[in-house]
């Protein structure tokens, strides 16, 4: 992650990884493991879980409070659950990204298997879908953008 002048904080082999963002355009980028990661944006945080050994779940990041997260698939069969926010948001998808843009923050995920987006959380969502190489599930009242 970057924060303030450009600085940036790596954390590796850690079980549970929890930042916050308090204010100013900071980025959190989140990059998955060969296996079957698990990416999930709900109201207020985001979060990429790799898989563990046997049925057990790996490592997880959860980020808070950022302007922008970035959330990269790397292999195996990633899967991104993605709820829209109260306010009025806006999904656009192309190739291997799908980006949900809400207010004051975007979330942005490259190289998912499985995309599956909700509107459930109220406001107008929009979306601009041109082609795209991963499977998407839309549900909900998105509307053309």
């Known amino acids: ?19 916050f963002a308090s204010s100013g355009a900071d980025t959190a980028t989140l990059n998955g493991s060969s296996g ?11 979060s990429l879980l790799s898989p563990g050994v046997g049925n057990s779940i790996g490592p997880a990041v959860q980020v808070f409070g950022f302007s922008q997260v970035v959330a990269n698939g790397n292999g195996g069969t990633d899967s991104a659950y993605i709820e829209d926010s109260t306010g009025n948001d806006f999904l656009f998808i192309l190739g291997s990204q799908a980006q949900l843009a809400i207010p004051n923050q975007v979330f942005t995920i490259n190289n998912f298997k499985n995309v599956i987006v909700k509107s459930i959380n109220g406001g107008t969502d ?20």
């Open 36 to 46: 079957n990661d698990i990416y999930q944006r709900q109201q207020n945080w985001a």
């Open 126 to 145: 929009k979306q601009r879908i041109q082609a795209f190489n991963f499977s998407l599930q839309m549900s909900g009242p998105w509307l053309n953008g």
């Open 1 to 19: 992650m970057r924060y303030g002048n450009g600085n940036s904080v790596r954390a590796n082999n850690y079980e549970v990884v929890y930042a």
